[in-house]
T-cell receptor, first 114, second 109 residues
Framework: IAGITQAPTSQILAAGRRMTLRCTQDMRHNAMYWYRQDLGLGLRLIHYSNTAGTTGKGEVPDGYSVSRANTDDFPLTLASAVPSQTSVYFC?????????????FGPGTRLTVL | GQNIDQPTEMTATEGAIVQINCTYQ??????LFWYQQHAGEAPTFLSY????GLEEKGRFSSFLSRSKGYSYLLLKELQMKDSASYLC??????????FGAGTTVTVRA
């Protein structure tokens, strides 16, 4: 693994189903983030984690949950998917959560909820 | 809330110069980032400005005026591979990065 990876690449999901998007980084970064990107709206922060064992809510957290059991993994779970959660999801990481830190992005997961 | 504005689209000719403006009104300011995003790919870091002035990196330069809430990204000697979306993002504190909607630049031969 080099950098940050996400799985799956894309997924079509029926409304009401549970879905977990996976994110793994091998850069030993302390901070990790989940964003969604929608046309005309830009990237919006869903949840973040400053370090393993801690998580926090971003701008649009409703309907999503995260966990950070270790440094490398930061899964995002949709407990009961709805069509408005159709989006492209990007995971990102940075050495720390400090404001000057560049964030490194994964390749994204394109999710369609029908 | 945070308000970050940038033009939706710009078109320029190969070899030319293009300037992408970004204006912001945010609660707090800890620096401004520019990211490049090719279609279907992840955003990648281009520049970071926290002090007023111009930062130059090869063909790309970024300018910041904190008093005016204004930044621009200057792309010189445009190449076809520069066709992408350019995202302006303002850091308003630890972990808090607010993004504009992005400017799609199309480079024509």
């Amino acid at each position: 693994i080099a950098g940050i990876t996400q799985a799956p690449t894309s997924q079509i999901l029926a409304a009401g189903r549970r879905m977990t998007l996976r994110c793994t980084q091998d850069m030993r970064h302390n901070a990790m983030y989940w964003y969604r990107q929608d046309l005309g709206l830009g990237l919006r922060l869903i949840h973040y984690s400053n370090t393993a064992g801690t998580t926090g809510k971003g701008e649009v957290p409703d309907g999503y949950s995260v966990s950070r059991a270790n440094t490398d993994d930061f899964p995002l779970t949709l407990a009961s998917a709805v069509p408005s959660q159709t989006s492209v999801y990007f995971c990102a990481s940075s050495p720390t959560s400090g404001s000057a830190n560049e964030q490194f992005f994964g390749p994204g997961t394109r999710l369609t909820v029908l | 809330g945070q308000n970050i504005d940038q033009p939706t689209e710009m078109t320029a000719t190969e070899g030319a110069i293009v300037q992408i403006n970004c204006t912001y009104q945010t609660s707090g300011f800890n620096g401004l980032f520019w990211y490049q995003q090719h279609a279907g790919e992840a955003p990648t870091f281009l520049s970071y400005n926290v002090l007023d002035g111009l930062e130059e990196k090869g063909r790309f330069s970024s300018f910041l005026s904190r008093s005016k809430g204004y930044s621009y990204l200057l792309l010189k000697e445009l190449q076809m591979k520069d066709s992408a979306s350019y995202l302006c993002a303002v850091s308003t504190g630890d972990y808090k990065l607010s993004f504009g909607a992005g400017t799609t630049v199309t480079v024509r031969a």
